[in-house]
């Protein structure tokens, strides 16, 4: 690697918000450069790693072409760059939650599936000659999505603006596009096919395997996304201990709900939130108390699944 590891954040908006929260969540300070408005910023403790703050759709670009080695942006933009060695996914951030659809005009009441939609394509293409059109920014996707349905009778209209808007205008009789209520999709008069769910979005930390990455770059990398992913699991995992003279009662009943990797902890276990109070029952159940349960704020393991799967993207790029 030959300058430093770059790393591309949102510019603006919602999404801008939410990733800045994010990283304070995990302890990573962001210090920008320049003030509120500034394109560049930095990370505390992070040296040779440089931000740079840019649009959601030039991440997925930038990503895709090699030019930035980890970026967060949706979802919906890194499935729209087509490059079968493009953006790898590392990690689920759980917010910028859109889904990506097929929506069409609620006036065609006898129209609720993708097997209807083909129905209504073989009857424009017969009737007038011309084939169903469909208005999207997500040209790709839709293009996999009808091939996977056998919808074959229709062409692409790509939108440049408020796609929601091309059935009204006459410009296409189906959308594809993202929508996070439906509520602007029922303000035009739409609604979403039965099947018509192509992706559940959601903002990712993603890589670009094509960088220029180098044994430093991906040691950096490993540093930052062990963080993460300690933080991630923080919030999902409770630290549960019980008296030592306990020790041999509580394991045996905690057993079906401890995380692998916790047989040897002693006198406790790191359990799921989501199977925190069967455990506490199946401890109760034994005799075992008292109990305490606390939520640790980063859970690290000797491992980065993340950082091993973007060491072996890159060797296969």
Known sequence: MSGPLILALPSKGRLKEQVEAWLADCGLALRLAGGARGYAASLDGYEGLEVRLTSAADIAAGLAAGDIHLGVTGEDLLSETGSAKGP???LALGFGRADLVVAAPRSWIDVQTMADVDDVAHDILARTGRRLRVATKYPIQTRSFFAAHGVADYRIVESGGATEGAPAAGVAELIVDITTTGATLAANGLKVLDDGMILMSQARLAA???ADWGAAGLQ???????VLEARARGRTIASVVWPLAQEATARAAVAPYARAGNAERANGALVGGDDLFA???ALTRAGVGPVSVTQPAYVF???SEAADRLEAAVRAH
């Open 88 to 90: 790898l996914l590392l």
């Open 208 to 210: 670009g395997p094509g």
């Open 220 to 226: 950096l990398a490993r540093r930052l996304l062990s």
């Open 279 to 281: 455990a506490m029952e």
């Open 301 to 303: 393991t000797a491992a």
